[in-house]
T-cell receptor
Framework: AQKITQTQPGMFVQEKEAVTLDCTYD???????LFWYKQPSSGEMIFLIY??????QNATEGRYSLNFQKARKSANLVISASQLGDSAMYFCAMRGYSNDYKLSFGAGTTVTVRA | NAGVTQTPKFRVLKTGQSMTLLCAQD?????MYWYRQDPGMGLRLIHYSVGEGTTAKGEVPDGYNVSRLKKQNFLLGLESAAPSQTSVYFC????????????FGPGTRLTVL
């Protein structure tokens, strides 16, 4: 079975500062994928970044980077130079072989960026 | 750039009524999914499809049915709505399984009174 844990229900960050969102996972699959999605107050789910379990380098997409520590089973999202538009709920998700590659989500972390 | 669209955006039902939610994607994706999101929780998979004419149960399938008659469409049906089905419903699609990214529609907010 797969499990995603996001222990931070809510966070505040000052504009232009960096923020790290924690995500730990549990799986016995040798191959899996980790995803981060953003859900603003408007409700849509926006794909941000992907990390494959066999990728040697941490994924980056613009101001988003994923701090992947395979041995610790963690996949933390780092948002650099926070902007007011980054205020949203952020979900960590995972897909793996043992779950027929269905996407499993964590409970989410709400980020509020202060001016 | 339509991507994944959902119809309707909002709906209010009375207990026992039926309805169908429509999901359409224009990316020629093989895989389609229906999720529900309840307050304070992540998304949970209801049903999914790995191709035209196929469907499979997800994590919380009870009370829902689905059909995938055309590759681009995935329908979610509620035969007899219950208040416990009040939720936000998201459709998603992906090119394949494995680690392919899923792309989501804008969601449908359903209230069952």
């Amino acid at each position: 079975a797969q499990k995603i844990t996001q222990t931070q229900p809510g966070m505040f960050v000052q504009e232009k500062e960096a923020v790290t969102l924690d995500c730990t996972y549990d799986t016995s699959d040798p191959s899996y994928g980790l995803f981060w999605y953003k859900q603003p107050s408007s409700g849509e789910m926006i794909f941000l970044i992907y990390q494959g379990s066999y990728d040697q380098q941490n994924a980056t997409e613009g101001r988003y980077s994923l701090n992947f520590q395979k041995a610790r089973k963690s996949a933390n999202l780092v948002i650099s130079a926070s902007q007011l538009g980054d205020s949203a709920m952020y979900f960590c998700a995972m897909r793996g072989y043992s779950n027929d590659y269905k996407l499993s989500f964590g409970a989410g972390t709400t980020v509020t960026v202060r001016a | 750039n339509a991507g994944v669209t959902q119809t309707p955006k909002f709906r209010v039902l009375k207990t026992g009524q039926s309805m169908t939610l429509l999901c359409a994607q224009d990316m020629n994706h093989e895989y389609m999914y229906w999720y529900r999101q309840d307050p304070g929780m992540g998304l949970r998979l209801i049903h999914y499809s790995v191709g035209e004419g196929t469907t499979a149960k997800g994590e919380v399938p009870d009370g829902y049915n689905v059909s995938r008659l055309k590759k681009q469409n995935f329908l979610l049906g509620l035969e007899s709505a219950a208040p416990s089905q009040t939720s936000v419903y998201f459709c998603a699609s992906s090119q394949g399984q494995g680690t392919d990214t899923q792309y989501f529609g804008p969601g449908t907010r359903l209230t069952v009174l």
